[in-house]
């Protein structure tokens, strides 16, 4: 298998590269399992943050790197779900599509949990940002109850990512079009 070599948070990782279609593919980065990978990044990634109150993260791979980053800064952390849940109460919700995601997808955040992040500073939590898509659909799933999102992040920015100066990230990761 192919794979592209690069330095995370100072740790080398051989990324294996996968097609997404006749024209293009991408290093895949997986954070889960990789504690080493997490904990690093996390670290590395607060020290770049600035001041918050709550970390809200898409149910995704950033799971883990929201976990970690929790842990180290004390600061609570919320999931957008793919799906309502039935302990949800008053459920918002918006659409998303995404790179690596076949079809669109709705997210959905707790009502109750959105009304603990109304007017706190939030920041958005990915592993790799790439069209963005997702941080749009968390952002205005926040929006909808006035939280103050002072900083979207993530490991590695994907692509034309990279060029964003509204996030914060570790590394660039390179698109390999063919």
């Given amino acids: 298998m192919e794979t592209y070599k690069m330095r995370i948070a100072g ?16 290093a895949a980065f997986v954070i889960f399992g990789d504690v080493e990978i997490t904990v690093a990044s996390a670290t590395e ?22 976990y970690e980053m929790a842990r180290q800064s004390g600061k609570p952390y919320y999931v957008c779900r793919k ?15 995404s790179i690596t995601t076949a079809k669109e997808q709705t997210v959905f955040l707790d009502g109750n949990e959105g009304e603990i992040l109304r ?10 940002i790439s069209t963005g898509e997702s941080l749009t659909a968390v952002r205005a799933l926040l929006d909808k109850f006035d939280a103050d999102v002072v900083g ?27």
């Fill in 119 to 128: 007017g706190k500073r939030v920041i958005i939590v990915d592993d790799v």
């Fill in 11 to 26: 740790l080398e990782r051989e990324l294996p590269i996968c097609k997404v279609n006749d024209k293009l593919d991408i």
């Fill in 83 to 97: 799906g309502a849940k039935l302990y949800m109460k008053n459920p918002v919700s918006v659409n998303v599509r």
């Fill in 45 to 66: 990634l607060l020290k770049k943050c600035p001041e918050f109150d709550y970390i809200v993260v898409p149910e995704a791979k950033g799971i883990p790197l929201a």
């Fill in 152 to 178: 979207q992040v993530a490991v590695l920015a994907e692509g034309d990512a990279a060029d964003r100066d509204d996030i914060i990230f570790l590394e660039k990761l390179p698109l390999f079009f063919k």
